[in-house]
């Protein structure tokens, strides 16, 4: 029980002299003040808010980042040279004025675009020059897909292609407005036969030669 006692009095300790000591760091001076310093920092192209953003102070090297909104507020003392770093944007600097009678400071802080220029990455499948004209001679292609291509352009096998495709949306349309347009120049009177019509005669031939003429006792073997 006393070692546990005397483990907690050593934190305890060690506990006070951290506070101690960073709290001397940040202790006033009569020079220096401590202010709440805060701001937003925007984008100079659009004056959009730049979230996270680092605000640090460049001698304690301590600070805070700015919210979804670009803001931050933190203490700081008069005459503390602020950085603000982004990636993407230039860094920018701001001192804390030392002749401020207020002990609160804000600013808006506007950060210019940055770009960086990356270095050419070559990314080859091989690991030198030798290997990949080795593997280039003795590349074999295979002559599957050239006779594939050529069976295709065959005029019987684009007959049949032709042959399994179905009407489009635009043909059914017309062809559909084809009939009503018969049936109204019809109505009333009786249709009219078709006997110069090549199209009609082409139907007919066709229907013809698919046997729907023929009886349905003939059509049984």
Excluded: C
């Excluded at 020059?129 to 001679?137: C, G, I, N, P, V």
Aim: glycine share 4%.
């Amino acid at each position: 029980m006393k070692k546990k006692y005397a483990y907690g009095y050593l934190v305890v300790a060690v506990l006070l002299l951290i506070a101690t000591t960073g709290f001397s760091q940040i202790k006033a001076t009569p020079d220096k003040a401590l202010i709440q310093f805060s701001g937003v920092v925007v984008s100079a192209d659009s004056l959009q808010p730049i979230p996270f953003t680092n605000v640090i102070i460049r001698t304690a090297k301590r600070g805070t980042i700015t919210d979804f909104y670009g803001f931050f507020s933190f203490v700081a003392m008069k005459g503390d040279t602020i950085d603000f770093q982004y990636v993407g944007y230039k860094t920018s600097s701001y001192v804390i004025p030392d002749s401020l009678k207020d002990n609160h400071y804000s600013i808006i802080q506007v950060l210019m675009r940055d770009t960086i220029n990356l270095r050419e990455a070559v990314v080859y499948p091989w690991p030198s020059r030798d290997e990949f004209k080795r593997a280039f001679l003795e590349l074999k292609l295979p002559d599957d897909d050239l006779k594939r291509a050529q069976r295709n352009f065959e005029l019987a096998s684009l007959k049949e292609i032709q042959d399994q495709v179905g009407y489009d949306g635009s043909i059914n349309y017309k062809m559909a407005m084809q009939q009503r347009q018969t049936q109204l120049y019809n109505a009333g009177q009786f249709p009219s036969i078709s006997l110069l019509n090549p199209l009609a005669w082409a139907a007919f031939i066709q229907a013809w030669k698919d046997g729907a003429f023929k009886r349905k006792d003939e059509k049984k073997p």
